[in-house]
């Protein structure tokens, strides 16, 4: 895929209008348009080993700021890597309100970490807080939430490798707490994937669940309220 610079300033991008990321601003998978580019004579002259390039989201029209690495200078045109940095990324999310309140902590610096692209970080903290999971559900918790990862694995058709790598940041032994792997963009976000759908589970479906079956309790057996007799005229 190629991706220049030309002579005359002009950001070239074989994907062109189908280049999307998911604006941090407005959190949707948009399209998004150069607006400010690194003149090229300023480029070729100090040769810089990264380029920063300004984007609009086509969808809210916020700034999207990108960083290539810097492939080659050739003659008239400087190639950019494929591999950018978001400088600003979309903040993850996730409905906490029926985690223990420990778990609850662990998660959201760990999403703090993937937001923030520091996946050995976010993968750390998922292993504190999927330990501390295992802690207040027990044994039996533990081997249910080995088998909702199994069905994941299924569902989703994860390769062997990227399950295996999951596995071990989720379920290594106690003497084995300090052998995290190391992951990646695309390891890490498989591994969010499985985060989400284990507290889901574990937690905000059974706290939904117990709150609408409180309120339906509730409801049948709330008084119906006194019929109060409308007055009648006097026919005297």
């Known amino acids: ?16 209008q189908h280049f999307a990321v998911v604006c941090p601003s407005c959190s949707v998978l948009s399209h998004i348009t150069p607006v400010s580019t690194p003149r090229y004579g300023e480029l070729d002259k100090y040769k810089p080993k990264e380029v920063g390039i300004v984007f609009r989201c086509d969808a809210c029209s916020a700034p999207i700021f990108l960083k290539y690495p810097v492939k080659a200078y050739g003659e008239g045109q400087i190639e950019l890597s494929s591999n950018y940095l978001e400088i600003e990324r979309p903040v993850e999310h996730f409905d906490s309100t029926y985690l223990p309140e420990d778990s609850e902590l662990l998660f959201r610096e760990a999403l703090s970490s993937f937001s ?62 300090n052998s995290l792997p ?26 939904k669940i117990q709150q609408a079956m409180m309120l339906r309790r509730y409801m049948a057996e709330e008084p119906e309220p006194e019929q109060i007799d409308a007055p009648r005229l006097s026919t005297g």
């Open 116 to 177: 923030h692209t520091n996946y050995n970080a976010f993968a750390s903290m998922c292993r504190r807080t999927v330990q501390h999971v295992f802690d207040d559900l027990g044994e039996t918790g533990k081997m249910q939430i080995f088998d909702q990862c199994t069905d994941i694995r299924d569902m989703a058709e994860i390769d062997d490798e990227s399950y295996d790598l999951v596995r071990r940041v989720l379920f290594d032994t106690e003497e084995a707490r």
């Open 182 to 207: 190391l992951i990646q963009a695309v390891e890490a976000g498989i591994l969010l994937e499985f985060m989400r759908d284990i507290l889901y589970q574990a937690y905000v479906r059974k706290g």
């Open 1 to 16: 895929m190629s991706i220049v610079i030309d002579k005359d300033d002009q950001f070239r991008h074989d994907l062109g």
